[in-house]
């Protein structure tokens, strides 16, 4: 009977460290040389991948909600083949303990990430044992929200169904009065984005102003504005959602989902939506609704673990989107996307973290006292977060993503 050929990943530090030990000196020497960092990120390095700018490697977060930097089982394989097929090993040497692989059941979530440099590597190292401190004691839903933040990235990468950001303005004063609905969606055609933007206004309802909200609605930036009555603001809703369906998994995107999901299923809306998702799965989904909420997801990249949530414009603030007119549900609908694409098309979550506001969690008042259960929370600066601080207005200009990137707003 043949063994079944189990698969998995092996922590970085047990390969980089530990594998040559266990092997005969003679074949000691070509496998540390074959892991040294600065061959390992090399172009013509055996591990190289094809299409990849830079040397892949995983990281993957534990059942502890701890994250480590990993091999695949495949790249230990194949480096073994190699180091034989050049003849720099006389016979094929012995895999690592088989302690050490890292199955399925063993970890939450897997992606890959690249290392262009041997001092990016280095330093990924040296943020991950540090993240892993700081997380001692966190909070359960800012892991749970971590976790989210990950696989939102993997299927973000898969290309796959439609993520569609939707927002509703009401009247104030009556918020049974839906008064705009706001569209933006994305998918994917032969792996080319397709994209498309829209904004209705109920006619019956559109003199009627809000007193402590802005009054945005005639200001729609990404296209015009449609003036539609009651019955057909509920149809074209519905038949919004429906279409939407039958490209695969429908993603759809809120900031802050609890009343835009109540507008939905309300009389005045009525969409069809028995079956909606608030758990992502854990593999690429061929169909289904599922919810995802940016708020929730600049909480993760922040390190929020309570209830504290961001407004859509301090959320964009903080990822360098540029805004205008919020309070208009098109525009509202398309800045969610925006800052969701930010997000998911970025690095690995604690790794973008850094890039975005380094060296600003833990213990930063004190840098050389213990990290440990320290947290991930950012500290941002007063600056960074009211446009209107009169202190160093001015600094640190926001980088306008819709053009040119030499191109800067401040």
């Not at 000196?25 to 990120?41: C, K």
């Not at 194949?78 to 303990?97: D, F, K, V």
């Not at 380094?358 to 008042?365: D, E």
Request: glycine share 6%; hydrophobic share 35%.
């Amino acid at each position: 009977m043949v063994s079944p050929v189990i698969t998995g990943y092996y922590r970085y530090t047990d390969i980089f460290f530990e594998w040559h030990q266990a092997l005969p000196e003679a074949d000691r020497s070509p496998l540390r040389a074959s892991l040294a960092q600065d061959a390992f990120v090399h172009p013509d390095h055996p591990l190289h991948k094809e299409g990849v700018d830079g040397a892949e490697l995983f990281l993957g977060t534990l059942q502890s909600f701890e994250t480590r930097l990993l091999f695949s089982s495949a790249q230990v394989e194949y480096l073994r083949y190699w180091l034989h097929a050049m003849g720099l090993t006389e016979n094929l040497i012995s895999l690592p303990y088989s302690d050490c692989l890292l199955t399925e059941s063993s970890l939450r979530h897997v992606s890959p990430v690249t290392f262009k440099t041997k001092d990016e590597l280095k330093g990924a190292l040296k943020q991950i044992e540090k993240n892993n401190k700081r997380l001692k004691g966190a909070d359960p839903m800012l892991k749970t929200r971590r976790e989210i933040f990950e696989r939102v990235r993997t299927l973000w990468v898969e290309k796959v169904g439609v993520w569609c950001a939707l927002d509703f303005e009401a009247w104030d004063r009556d918020h049974t009065m839906l008064t705009e609905f706001g569209w933006s969606f994305v998918r994917w055609i032969d792996g080319q984005q397709v994209e498309e933007q829209g904004h209705l206004i109920v006619k019956e309802y559109r003199h009627y102003t809000n007193t402590f909200v802005q009054n945005n609605r005639e200001h729609f930036s990404f296209g015009d504005s449609e003036l539609v009555n009651r019955a057909t603001f509920r149809t074209r809703i519905q038949n919004l959602v429906a279409d939407l369906q039958k490209y695969g998994p429908l993603f759809l995107i809120f900031h802050d989902n609890n009343q835009d999901i109540k507008y939905l299923k309300s009389p005045t809306v009525n969409a069809d939506l028995p079956n909606l998702n608030f758990l992502l799965p854990d593999a690429k989904p061929d169909s289904g609704v599922f919810v995802l909420d940016t708020s929730d997801l600049f909480a993760a990249l922040e390190g929020e673990g309570g209830h504290n949530r961001r407004s859509l414009e301090r959320v964009c603030r903080h990822l360098q989107v540029p805004t205008s007119f919020l309070h208009n549900a098109g525009n509202d609908a398309h800045y969610t996307l925006l800052a969701i694409k930010e997000m998911a098309s970025g690095d690995p979550l604690d790794m973008q973290r850094e890039k975005r506001w380094p060296n600003r969690t833990g213990n930063t008042t004190h840098p050389t006292a213990p990290q440990t259960g320290a947290g991930v929370k950012v500290k941002f600066e007063p600056w960074e977060e009211d446009s209107d601080y009169s202190d160093m207005e001015g600094v640190g200009p926001v980088i306008d993503k819709t053009k040119p990137e030499e191109q800067v707003v401040a």
